[in-house]
């Protein structure tokens, strides 16, 4: 199930709470998550050696990826229980492993069979000129709009299809009319407790940096936007954290087109929106 649209079911269920960074808690409506993925055959004690392994390959300063995975999928049907009572800082402290973006993405194929980012850049790939349009069109997203161009202008015709790419991410909430900071911030301070993607300089600047934040905490460093809204999106599923308010539709659009199945109702402006766009 997604965190996508709540229904009277899913408004009933427990909040997670964290702390974020200045102390206060912060309360996270959560959802069921995926549990219909292979779970192994593990007991108690072999869940224990698989996490003290994650733990110790963690601390490296190049962990062994593949060993993280292993360990990640043999843990997954603990995690998804764990994550249910925890806050995010015990679940980073227990899993450590979900502070490294591949892992991040590793995690979100293995429980809807899904390779989000390569989904993501084969649609905006599609949508993103179409996107760009509309804003125009519209005259929404007049700053974001105006770099994209200085970008185009200044920079090598390899760059353009980028830089189309990230202009149409970032403009793509504008269109539902939904609120921006609830997705991405840029060069601001993140206020919601739900997962965001901070952004410090020009997005359309090769020094650009960029992280992933939830309740507070920057969790892992994208490398580029495509990727970094990817694993947003991972984030949200993984942590069992239900969609932002104020940036659903958005959310649920970009659901549709990495192809993530629902049993939760899209709202009829997306489903617009992917028909005419995608």
Not at 16 to 30: H, L, N, R, T, W
Not at 88 to 111: G, M, N
Request: net charge neutral; hydrophobic share 40%.
């Amino acid at each position: 199930m997604s965190p996508a649209e709540g229904n009277s079911s899913q408004a009933q269920q427990p909040a997670k709470k964290a702390m974020m960074s200045d102390g206060k808690e912060a309360v996270i409506q959560v959802h069921t998550s995926a549990t219909s993925a292979i779970k192994g055959i593990e007991d108690s004690y072999s869940i224990q050696m698989h996490v003290a392994r994650m733990k110790e390959e963690c601390k490296k300063a190049n962990p062994n990826i593949d060993i993280l995975k292993e360990k990640m999928k043999r843990t997954f049907a603990e995690r998804v229980g764990f994550i249910q009572s925890h806050s995010t800082s015990d679940i980073l402290q227990e899993f450590p492993a979900l502070q490294h973006i591949s892992i991040i993405l590793t995690e979100i194929e293995h429980i809807f069979k899904v390779d989000v980012d390569k989904r993501l850049l084969e649609g905006f790939g599609k949508a993103a000129d179409k996107i760009i349009a509309e804003a125009k069109r519209r005259r929404l997203g007049k700053e974001i709009l105006l770099q994209y161009q200085t970008a185009l202008s200044q920079e090598c015709e390899e760059t353009h299809k980028g830089h189309t790419v990230c202009a149409a991410i970032l403009l793509l909430p504008y269109l539902f009319h939904e609120n921006p900071d609830r997705l991405y911030v840029i060069d601001k301070v993140a206020n919601a407790p739900t997962p965001v993607l901070l952004i410090s300089g020009n997005p359309f600047s090769a020094g650009c940096e960029m992280s992933l934040r939830i309740d507070g905490m920057d969790i892992v460093k994208p490398e580029d936007i495509s990727m970094g809204v990817g694993a947003l999106l991972g984030i949200y599923f993984i942590f069992g954290v239900k969609y932002a308010e104020n940036v659903k539709k958005t959310l649920n659009f970009l659901q549709c087109m990495v192809g993530i199945n629902s049993n939760d109702k899209v709202p009829i402006g997306v489903i617009k929106m992917v028909k005419a766009l995608l």
